[in-house]
């Protein structure tokens, strides 16, 4: 294949966010076959740039060209799909942290169409390589932050790209792991010379390796050369000087952050140290997260907590807030024991998480003033630290603006003036400045060092950045749940004789870790003869269902993983089941009635008494007068009040008719229907009744009052007329609808919203293998609880099907495809999970419950819910499974609601589809 | 004084969050207008509409009397059937209701032979076979009688019952329908919004940057609670007002205020249940699961689709915890039957302390939630 001389062309590209514009008129041009390096600070365009590129966001405004052709055009994305590999921002964003290294791989290599054995060749290739492979089988969740990152790299390699996109690899990594990971792409590259790499960075250190360069600022280019151009260019000595000149139009401020050394005023410590931790432990089951811990630190020092990711640091943190209880040792913040119930400490306290923990949705001003009311400064203290806080961080311009819009250095320094908006006595800061470029956290640190010089308070950070360590008074290395040691930086790096604090960690650290033996197994990754060229398989336009049942496989071991979940829909289906099959009844017993009777006479009382002895009327205590008639009716007591006027027993005697008057609670109209109906039936009964049974009633049993006609009702597929044969098997249509939406539902917004949705926006998988691939998993659960529900509507509640059981389980299974095909589609509208669990359940539960013939004929409902009844997939299984199961149909009777049914599932999942976006906005 | 005071700016902060996001104001109002409009006036008689066919093989002016009484709401205008045909249509639950007449059936009334019409019933819908077969029965006896004697009340019997209606002497079911429907959007909304509100301060780290504020459990779920609260019953205010009384013409009763209050009372108990819900999950998915294993009986056991006492014993004796089973004995008593404080609160105290236990129960879990999601 020839090279193109440039792998990627913009030309005017702008693209905008809301408001906001992110790229402004960018036009650029990456060379072929090099290292590119993308350096900015947040906010700047970086992401947009790279997604733009890569073909994961949707252009705006402006070309692109990647790879020698539009990535407007559809048939060219596709068709290059195979040839480039993204791997989004965020630790281990785009990784499936339920699944095992080795389960992750797998999925991405099914991606781009790699057959078994290719793949793992690959596999162990790539893994021994990176020196994940004796940890094929852990979880990704459950990797450091630095062996996400090279999984990361892995699953971006795994199908020979010519051009990789990494977006801030790095970040948020430990120096020993970053350096390997570059050490990593260094040796990849010297195997696959002909592929270009676009990488973007924080870390200006790193950026010296690039080829060639490319600063931004505010969605404009500042400048395009390799790093020492740039540096002689701007006169200065490092990248990142460099880039604060472009930035500052000029090399004139000298206090780049690189240049400077630890303050020189000192700290006042005397007295008892601020926070004092002896022996701290955290267990979580068998791992120890936390081994140990112990440390002092003086008021008004910087204490630094170094250490590679997942070392306790932050567990460390939270212990000594109190937000975790510790499993052992103790901790006192000024002579106090920590105690998670204790306020007046949490007073003198102010913390900051590692992700942003502020309120997206409120404004800068809302989120300052909501937690100095939370402390309680009142109304002038407020003000006066409102008016301190905001110009000291530069936050007047913004002050009105959502918090979530803000770029990532400024919300750090939202966050920094809400954890000090109280003046706390002590700050604890876990990796305030990660992802935060140079500039940004230079003015972090200036703020910082403000504090504890000027107001005396205590500072504990943690941090990655080797620059930041130095400005510590003191600092803590950490591995592995263990302090290594404590010690001033500078004291630190005498005791390895080491150059620099890099190097005395690094040091450290390898000390600690046993060598691996795959370490020097070689890097040879290029294809050799036992792999074959696959660029018929990357060519990723087409339909592939080896891609789709990827998706099912990768759905079904993440699902497998769940076991609460799944034990939640299976268990929690059957129960509802058994609850409402025996607490729904549509018989009425019981009817609590009373009678006024205003006669008293054996016919009267002999009238009653049919009332009386039935199982479906109880009796309360008699009425007095019309007034109590009324009054135990308004209280609910009673649900029918019979009134038996005077002489009735007279008139009845002399022939002359009498009347009985029924007054019913008529609130609930359903049950009012039934009660009349009961109510009829007994007075039928006494018109009726043999001579024998009232004989004070001998008077009506006249030819005169025979029925002229006998009417002789026959009561088909349920002639015992009980509850349970038509309650039974309406129940599970519902079950059956309303899990499967939902768990559906939220399976596609976690992906939108965990960010794994990348893999779908960057592979070749089509919209359909990505939604049906998903779907598959869910249709099966939804048939595995069909079977179960099934079993227990014939052996527990005692319902015989009567007709077709292949039938009934063709029906339920066009019918998963029609529920899960409403949780794609409802997926479609939202954006995160809580969205979509709440959009799935309110716009399911009402037509389910309400409108499918459960409890009412969808042929008596009126208007609208006729409609809705009518285009609701529960109906037409609500036929088929009551059909099924009392009537004893077969295909041929049920065929009509069938054909109906079934077209619910392709219309529900082609709408998901067709409003799915391949592309990112 | 403190703890109120972070209690109000919680539920500020609270109140701005649920409002901010639009598809939540969105589903809101389709909740309290849309969908209690649509349950409302789509409600039947339990009989309405009931698709009948007759089998006629004596054709006289008789059983053409007959056919021509079933009438609209109750039925639909009878279909002509042979009996092979009814019985397919039947099967396919196209036909609920076959009435068939032999043949010199209007003969041997006129004889007084009291001959038999065979009625074929679908009992899989047990209330409405039953109430269809009184009405069919009912029909064909009078219309028999009006026949033979030419005037429909010439041979009454001797004893007759009057049947009255208490509260909705019209039968009007949409009455019952909107403010039962109006339930079943409270405690869906409700117990969703606040145990989601939950879910959501955990899964975006928020909850912890709370608990190292001088703030404790209780103040931070009892503003979640509040907030829901207060978002719901104001749009349960306005569709009481504007949608039942107004749109649908629902006529109270009782005091609105009162039915406001008692709302105000059960929402306490639903927002409580939500918390419990929202700190017992780990995940949206897990919650999800327990919002649907729990509002299908909050629903369907409160009395609003079958009558309470119908149910079995010991399931009566279960749905005692159903806060949603008083809030509608409640509502049903104020709304329609007129009832004032005096008989009601013991409902209202139920209510509360249903949701008192369910909040002491969350708090419980709260701690244990935050150790879980780190």
Known sequence: MTQPAQVARLERVSHRYGKAAALREVTLALPAGRMVGLIGPDGVGKSTLMGLIAGAKRLQQGRVLTLDGDMADVRHRAAIGGRIAYMPQGLGRNLYHDLSLRENLEFFGKLFGLGRTERAARIDRLTRATGLYPFLDRLAGKLSGGMKQKLGLCSALIHDPDFLLLDEPTTGVDPLSRRQFWDLIDAIRADRPGMSVLVSTAYMEEAARFDHLVAMNAGRVLAEADPQALMSQTGTGSVGEAYVALLQSGPSRADSITQRTPDATEPVASGEPAIRARALTRRFGDFTAVDSVSFDIARGEIFGFLGSNGCGKTTTMKMLTGLLPASKGEAWIFGQPVDAQDLETRRRVGFMSQSFSLYGELSVRENLLLHARLFHLGRALTDERMADLVPRFGLESYLDQRAEALPLGLRQRLSLAVAVIHAPDILILDEPTSGVDPQARDDFWRLLLDLSRKEGVTIFISTHFMDEALRCDRMSLMHAGRVLVTDTPSAIIRSRDAATLEDAFVDYISAEIPPEPSADAGLAIAPDDTISNCSSARDGSGFSLRRLLAFTAREAMQVRRDPVRLAFAFLGSALLLLIMSFGISQEVRNIPFAVLDQDRSPESRAYLSTFEDSAWFRGHAPLLDVDELKGRLASGELALALQIPPRFGADLRRGAGAEVAATIDGADTGRAGTIESYVSGAHAHVLAGPAGAAPALDVLSQPAAAAPVVLEPRFRYNPAMASLPAIGPSIPPLLLLLFPAILMAVSVAREKEIGTITNFYVTPTGRAEFLIGKQLVYIGITLLNFAILTALVVLVLGVPLHGDPLVLALAALVYAVAATGFGLLVSMLTATQVTAVFASTILSVMPTLQFSGMMEPVSSLDGPARVMGTFWPTTWYMAISVGTFTKGLGLTDLSGALIRLTAFGPVFTALAILALRKQER | ?374
């Not at chain 2, 009405?135 to 041979?155: D, H, K, M, W």
């Open chain 2, 1 to 374: 004084m403190q703890r109120l005071s972070n209690v109000f700016w919680l539920f500020g902060k609270e109140l701005k969050s649920v409002l901010g996001d639009p598809v939540m104001v969105i589903l809101i109002l389709w909740s309290f207008v849309v969908a209690v409009m649509l349950e409302a006036s789509g409600a039947g008689d339990t009989v309405r509409n009931a698709a009948i066919a007759i089998v006629d093989e004596d054709q006289s002016s008789l059983s053409r009397q007959i056919s021509s009484a079933l009438a609209p709401p109750w039925f639909q205008t009878p279909v002509a059937m042979n009996p092979d045909q009814a019985g397919a249509a039947m099967d396919t639950g196209r036909i609920m209701f076959v009435l068939s007449f032999p043949p010199n059936f209007a003969a041997d009334v006129i004889a007084g032979k009291a001959p038999a019409a065979q009625l074929q019933v679908d009992a899989t819908a047990v209330s409405q076979a039953q109430l269809g077969t009184d009405y069919i029965s009912n029909i064909v006896q009078s219309e028999t009688r009006a026949f033979l004697s030419g005037n429909p009340n010439a041979l009454d019997p001797p004893l007759t019952l009057e049947l009255r209606r208490a509260f909705n002497p019209n039968s009007n079911p949409v009455w019952f329908k909107a403010v039962s429907s109006l339930l079943n959007q409270l405690s869906l909304l409700t117990i969703a919004l606040t145990g989601a509100a939950m879910l959501r301060e955990r899964e975006h780290g928020t909850i912890e940057h709370l608990m190292v504020m001088p703030l404790t459990p209780v103040e931070v779920a009892l503003a979640k609670v509040l907030a829901t609260m207060a978002v719901v019953l104001t749009a349960f205010t306005g569709s009481l007002l504007f949608v039942v009384q107004g749109a649908l013409q629902v006529p109270m009763a009782g005091s609105v205020p009162l039915l406001v209050g008692g709302a105000a009372v059960y929402l306490w108990a639903a927002a409580a249940i939500g918390m419990f819900l929202g700190t017992m999950a780990r995940s949206m998915a897990q919650f999800a699961l327990l919002v649907i294993m729990v509002i299908i009986p909050v629903i369907m056991l409160s009395g609003g689709m079958g009558a309470v006492e119908s149910q079995p014993d010991i399931v009566q004796r279960l749905t005692l915890a159903l806060p949603s089973r008083h809030f509608l004995a409640f509502a049903k008593a104020v709304a329609f039957r007129g009832a004032g404080i005096e008989s009601v609160w013991v409902e209202l105290v139920l209510m509360a302390g249903l949701g008192g236990a369910f909040f002491v129960a969350s708090l419980a879990l709260f701690r244990r939630s935050m150790s879980l999601s780190s």
